[in-house]
């Protein structure tokens, strides 16, 4: 695994159909980073992290990955993304994450089937190698998911919710294996709603309202007070408004890091 390049954030405004969504957003997550993405619903949390991802462009400002292609983030998406219904089992959705190095045709060899069932016994799902993805409980598939990450093993690690609707053990299981991919030197971004779990896990917080409220210790950001001024920013928030110019009073409030 490489070391992973800071992300910098210039000016990012990002959105879709020319309606933005995060809006002049700066800062810059150095490598080795855990940082939580926190902030009310509709805050532009996953809109951020699909920036961040490459999926979508910026509408404004720019994000600089240091040089690292976006094919080389590992991004984990919202459950209610993920099709289940689609017929394959665990150990094929498993080691879909060995795409990039072995192509849509190429054959995993040995070596990364040992990987692959280094995975699966690393989130506890031995045994469950021929079952299909419908038959998996919320846990078992958020388990399934983490085992493509870690066949993956990308230095870059973008996680969209990975703690919704799963049990207290499974939460347990999974921030473990987040804390050694930090201890690894990975950069770990997640979008999260529980803020105690927060606070217990993620050392640095960037808290969202469509644009930033605080970016940097997760103890000075999840204050009652910037709560309270990112849940009033979402609901003044005007939906349809188009994408705006930054004048410099804005370009005092967007800067973070």
Known sequence: MRAPPPIRLVDATLGYDRHPAVHHLSGTIPAGSLLAVCGPNGAGKSTLLKGIAGLIAPLGGKIDRGGLDPRDIAYLPQAIEIDRSFPIDVRDFVGLGALRRKGLFGRLDAAELDRLAAALAAVR?????????????????QRALFARL?????AVILLDEPFGAVDEATTADLLHLIGHWRDEGRTVVAVLHDYDLVRRGFPQTLLLAREPVFWGATGEALTPANLARARGMVEARDEAAPICHLDEEERGRAHAG
């Open 125 to 141: 799902l031995e045994g469950f190698e021929n079952r299909t993805l419908d038959t998996l409980s919320g846990g078992q598939m």
């Open 150 to 154: 870690i066949v993956q093993d990308q």
